[in-house]
Structures are given as structure tokens and as C-alpha cells.
């Protein structure tokens, strides 16, 4: 079945560093892809989206571009802020009118002063 | 911006006992969805809900569980028979179309405890 995989945690940064979240799918044709970013005592909230081959999906300075080739959507930003601190979901819906959304395990990111 | 409400934040039970979960929607939403995660494994699919039915549900969503729109509002999830499994961070989510074209904007969750 369909599943996502993500780099395992927790990441470690200080403020202004380059992150990069690592996430691969195993999809049947074209699935959606998204990002999901959980604050402490949140919920899940959309960060961005990519819904086909080679879209950029962007969001407060995070991007992540739709690699089919590599079945990739590393989540990426130039310069971590410490309020960036928080839980990252990968995410997709498959292609075949299916309603759900399948995770990947998420990754937390810690940014320090 | 218009969010997803889910009440109570926090729900302790006893085993064997029943509970409702309750949602409350973005009201020009159409589809409705729970999801669970069990402390320290991944948000997995419950069930999602268009037109006053299930549209697709997972194998966890078994006979113990049902769901319901009791009004124009609310959108609840009922568990029978609690088992201490079932202990897990419960999320409701709704969008306004299906599937990855619309996104699906999540509430707080609700933290159930099954002692």
C-alpha cells in the first residue's frame, strides 16, 4: 500500500541555519503531497502542498518540490527561526479518489538560539 | 480564520466504558474525517464521512466505532467498549472537497485516556 517515509528525529539547529526534512513516498501513480506542522499543544496545520510532478509547494519561507523521479518532497528553509520549532508530518493522498490522508512518522525540529 | 473545534482537550475513561468525542467543522465544509495517534507512532486514518454516510473507512474503524452529524454542526465519534488501546490523541478534520485538491484543516484533538 501506499505509505511515506521521513527522516527520523529529533533535528537540532541553530537559529538562521539551512533545514532540510527528508521525505520519500511509495505511491501508485500521482498522489497529492503535503506538509503538515504541529506547534506544541496544537493541532495539524497545512504548511504547504504539491498536488503534481515538479510543483513547488511553498509557505512561510518552507518549500518542498514534488520529485517524482526520486518519489522526494524534502521540506526545505534557508534560515530557521526558533519559533520554526515544532513537529513536521509528511503527508499524501493517493490518487484513486481516495478520501484519507497517510502520514509519514513525523520529524522535530529544535531550533536554538 | 475559520477552525476545526474539538471538545473536550481531554478525556479520561473508564475501561469498558463509552465515549464520545465531539467536532465541530468549518461550516462550508462537506467532508469530515478522524484520525488517531497513539503516543509516539504515526497520525493513522479513521474514517472520513460525506452526505450523512461513511465514505471510506480504515480496518482500525471495526464495529466498536461509529460516527455521526447529529445536527447541521457537530461531528462526533463514538467508541463502545473502550480498551486500553484505545488510549490516543483523536483528530477531527474537514475540507471542503475530497482528496488532495482541498486540504484538510485539522482541530486541536482531543487526548483520551483509558484507565
Known amino acids: 500500500g501506499d505509505s511515506v517515509t521521513q527522516m527520523e528525529g529529533p533535528v537540532t539547529l541553530s537559529e538562521e541555519a539551512f533545514l532540510t526534512i527528508n521525505c520519500t513516498y511509495t505511491?501508485?501513480?500521482?498522489?497529492?503531497l503535503f506538509w503538515y506542522v504541529q506547534y506544541p499543544g496544537e493541532g495539524l496545520q497545512l504548511l504547504l502542498k504539491a498536488t503534481k510532478a515538479d510543483d513547488k509547494g511553498s509557505n512561510k519561507g518552507f518549500e518542498a518540490t514534488y520529485r517524482k523521479e526520486t518519489t522526494s518532497f524534502h521540506l526545505e528553509k534557508g534560515s530557521v527561526q526558533v519559533s520554526d520549532s515544532a513537529v513536521y508530518f509528511c503527508?499524501?493522498?493517493?490518487?484513486?479518489?481516495?478520501?484519507?490522508?497517510?502520514f509519514g512518522s513525523g520529524t522535530r525540529l529544535l531550533v536554538r538560539p | 480564520e475559520p477552525e476545526v473545534t474539538q471538545t473536550p482537550s481531554h478525556q479520561v475513561t473508564q475501561m469498558g466504558q463509552e465515549v464520545i468525542l465531539r467536532c465541530v467543522p468549518i461550516?462550508?465544509?462537506?467532508?469530515f474525517y478522524w484520525y488517531r495517534q497513539i503516543l509516539g507512532q504515526k497520525v493513522e486514518f479513521l474514517v472520513s464521512f460525506y452526505n450523512n454516510e461513511i465514505s471510506e473507512k480504515s480496518e482500525i474503524f471495526d464495529d466498536q466505532f461509529s460516527v455521526e452529524r447529529p445536527d447541521g454542526s457537530n461531528f462526533t465519534l463514538k467508541i463502545r467498549s473502550t480498551k486500553l488501546e484505545d488510549s490516543a490523541m483523536y483528530f477531527c478534520?474537514?475540507?471542503?472537497?475530497?482528496?488532495?485538491?482541498?486540504?484538510?484543516?485539522f482541530g486541536d484533538g482531543t487526548r483520551l485516556s483509558i484507565l
Open positions: 505511491a501508485t501513480g500521482y498522489p497529492s
Open positions: 503527508a499524501l493522498t493517493p490518487m484513486d479518489s481516495s478520501y484519507k490522508l497517510i
Open positions: 478534520a474537514s475540507s471542503e472537497g475530497q482528496g488532495g485538491w482541498e486540504p484538510q484543516h
Open positions: 461550516s462550508n465544509h462537506l467532508y
